[in-house]
């Protein structure tokens, strides 16, 4: 048991030390960072959200990244304020792109379809957005969100598709549209 | 001209209305028309009103800096490049012969992207003595004209007259002005030797200058530097919006999805 306390302890050390280089303003380190933290998983996610650098954004935009890649479930409600509220494009693209990708099925059933609502809910606000990358990211989140969730949001894309003018935005729409057509006709 | 501007927009818009940011161009207080030019560009307000008034400001008189700039006629010149209304097209020459530097720079950029062919002669005026006559202005952070600013602009134009005198600035002292070249050359030739130059230019030391290359990059829309612009050690925005670029030259070169925009999009999604 010692020997687990140890391994856990430096384990944790090891998280903090990893989370520190995020803010470092090397983007080369904060990489490789993200990697390890990625790597680690579950273990991450609370220090993760724990020590989010309120004044740092590029280094909340790489802890945010992480988190979208751990895809713990924990993360969703500093994914929902980040997307909706952050004031970095960077920060928002990213939690917008994770909401798509946590795994829900770590949560109870009952639970399920009310936390992914919410996640729709905020990428269907800030799909409206002015910047056009919160937009690209908002599909890209949506996208992720018709696949591993229960929703049944195919509909969105052509609403979409109706009003928006940015033709990179376009594209991915088409993009999620054809994907997600093929996959629900296999 | 369709509008941009619509209802939507208005919960965006910080505080002013499009009634009082045009009035405010008239404003006696000179940062309020400075504010108003800046934010008519900003929301994208290209209603008849707002033009009009905009191209009215590119003869003001009134605000001036210590040196003798015009900074309200540089921020409606630059609005004027935003709101896409090809009225604005006459003033904006005028402007290149504007006693102001950042009034000619900002009126170049414009005409650039208001896709306006008939500016293309006082563009290539810009140029006249080539790179001898390319030197910087002493005591000012700038060359004697906004030699990057007009040429990418006559690029933009696809000036294919302008190539003999754009081709010696392959080789001006200052990067960017080598980068507007090598961009309006690849633009104007389609030689792929161009588009790799500014490939090569994303491995540079200096960061500001691996922005611009990426800029460029995004600008002619060159497809064999994905790769390269999404690994390139620059800001994730400045890699999107360079990806960006690409994509809508795709788009726009076929109508459906083909796998390079897609494989352009894998790049742009892990780049979020």
Same mark, same amino acid.
């Given at each position: 048991?010692?020997?687990?306390?140890?391994?856990?302890?430096?384990?944790?050390?090891?998280?903090?030390?990893?989370?520190?280089?995020?803010?470092?303003?090397?983007?080369?380190?904060?990489?490789?960072?993200?990697?390890?933290?990625?790597?680690?998983?579950?273990?991450?996610?609370?220090?993760?959200?724990?020590?989010?650098?309120?004044?740092?954004?590029?280094?909340?935009?790489?802890?945010?990244?992480?988190?979208?890649?751990?895809?713990?479930?924990?993360?969703?409600?500093?994914?929902?304020?980040?997307?909706?509220?952050?004031?970095?494009?960077?920060?928002?693209?990213?939690?917008?792109?994770?909401?798509?990708?946590?795994?829900?099925?770590?949560?109870?059933?009952?639970?399920?379809?009310?936390?992914?609502?919410?996640?729709?809910?905020?990428?269907?606000?800030?799909?409206?957005?002015?910047?056009?990358?919160?937009?690209?990211?908002?599909?890209?989140?949506?996208?992720?969100?018709?696949?591993?969730?229960?929703?049944?949001?195919?509909?969105?894309?052509?609403?979409?598709?109706?009003?928006?003018?940015?033709?990179?935005?376009?594209?991915?729409?088409?993009?999620?549209?054809?994907?997600?057509?093929?996959?629900?006709?296999? | 001209?369709?509008?941009?501007?619509?209802?939507?927009?208005?919960?965006?818009?910080?505080?002013?209305? /499009?009634?009082?940011? $045009?009035?405010? *161009?008239?404003?006696? %207080?000179?940062?309020? &028309?400075?504010? =108003? !030019?800046?934010? +008519? #560009?900003?929301?994208?307000?290209?209603?008849?009103?707002?033009?009009?008034?905009?191209?009215?400001?590119?003869?003001?008189?009134?605000?001036?800096?210590?040196?003798?700039?015009?900074?309200?006629?540089?921020?409606?010149?630059?609005?004027?490049?935003?709101?896409?209304?090809?009225?604005? /097209?006459?003033?904006? $020459?005028?402007? *290149?012969?504007?006693? %102001?530097?950042?009034? &000619?720079?900002? =009126? !170049?950029?414009? +005409? #650039?992207?208001?896709?306006?062919?008939?500016?293309?002669?006082?563009?290539?005026?810009?140029?006249?003595?080539?790179?001898?006559?390319?030197?910087?202005?002493?005591?000012?952070?700038?060359?004697?004209?906004?030699?990057?600013?007009?040429?990418?602009?006559?690029?933009?134009?696809?000036?294919?007259?302008?190539?003999?005198?754009?081709?010696?600035?392959?080789?001006?002292?200052?990067?960017?002005?080598?980068?507007?070249?090598?961009?309006?050359?690849?633009?104007?030739?389609?030689?792929?030797?161009?588009?790799?130059?500014?490939?090569?230019?994303?491995?540079?030391?200096?960061?500001?200058?691996?922005?611009?290359?990426?800029?460029?990059?995004?600008?002619?829309?060159?497809?064999?530097?994905?790769?390269?612009?999404?690994?390139?050690?620059?800001?994730?925005?400045?890699?999107?919006?360079?990806?960006?670029?690409?994509?809508?030259?795709?788009?726009?070169?076929?109508?459906?999805?083909?796998?390079?925009?897609?494989?352009?999009?894998?790049?742009?999604?892990?780049?979020?």
């Amino acid at each position: 048991a010692a020997v687990k306390d140890l391994a856990s302890a430096e384990v944790a050390a090891g998280i903090s030390t990893l989370i520190a280089v995020l803010g470092y303003n090397n983007p080369t380190a904060a990489a490789a960072a993200v990697q390890g933290l990625i790597q680690i998983g579950s273990l991450a996610v609370q220090p993760l959200i724990a020590q989010l650098d309120d004044y740092n954004y590029g280094a909340r935009a790489y802890a945010i990244r992480a988190l979208a890649a751990i895809a713990d479930p924990r993360a969703l409600d500093i994914l929902l304020a980040s997307a909706a509220t952050d004031f970095a494009p960077s920060v928002r693209r990213a939690a917008a792109k994770g909401l798509g990708a946590l795994r829900w099925s770590e949560l109870a059933t009952n639970e399920r379809s009310t936390v992914q609502t919410k996640a729709l809910e905020t990428l269907e606000l800030i799909i409206k957005d002015a910047d056009w990358s919160i937009r690209y990211a908002a599909v890209v989140g949506l996208q992720g969100l018709a696949t591993t969730s229960e929703l049944q949001i195919q509909d969105k894309f052509a609403q979409i598709l109706a009003t928006e003018k940015d033709a990179a935005v376009r594209s991915r729409v088409q993009l999620a549209q054809s994907q997600l057509f093929r996959t629900t006709s296999d | 001209m369709q509008s941009n501007w619509s209802q939507d927009s208005a919960a965006e818009t910080q505080g002013l209305t /499009v009634e009082q940011a $045009i009035a405010n *161009l008239q404003s006696p %207080d000179l940062s309020l &028309r400075y504010y =108003a !030019a800046w934010w +008519l #560009g900003k929301f994208r307000v290209n209603t008849p009103a707002a033009v009009e008034a905009l191209i009215v400001a590119l003869e003001d008189e009134a605000d001036r800096t210590e040196l003798g700039g015009y900074p309200l006629r540089r921020n409606a010149a630059r609005a004027l490049g935003k709101l896409g209304d090809t009225q604005a /097209v006459p003033g904006l $020459i005028r402007c *290149l012969a504007c006693d %102001d530097y950042y009034v &000619r720079e900002a =009126a !170049a950029q414009s +005409l #650039g992207m208001l896709d306006a062919p008939t500016a293309i002669p006082a563009l290539m005026e810009l140029l006249t003595g080539g790179v001898e006559a390319a030197v910087a202005i002493p005591g000012r952070p700038h060359l004697t004209q906004p030699y990057d600013s007009v040429i990418e602009a006559l690029g933009a134009l696809q000036a294919k007259q302008a190539i003999s005198l754009i081709q010696p600035f392959l080789e001006h002292p200052q990067a960017k002005v080598q980068y507007a070249a090598t961009r309006a050359m690849y633009q104007l030739t389609q030689q792929d030797s161009y588009g790799q130059r500014l490939m090569q230019a994303l491995e540079g030391n200096d960061l500001q200058l691996r922005r611009t290359a990426l800029s460029d990059l995004g600008a002619i829309g060159y497809l064999p530097a994905r790769e390269a612009i999404a690994r390139c050690a620059v800001e994730n925005s400045f890699k999107l919006l360079a990806l960006k670029g690409l994509l809508e030259h795709q788009v726009k070169l076929h109508e459906t999805l083909t796998q390079d925009a897609i494989q352009v999009m894998n790049l742009m999604d892990s780049l979020l």
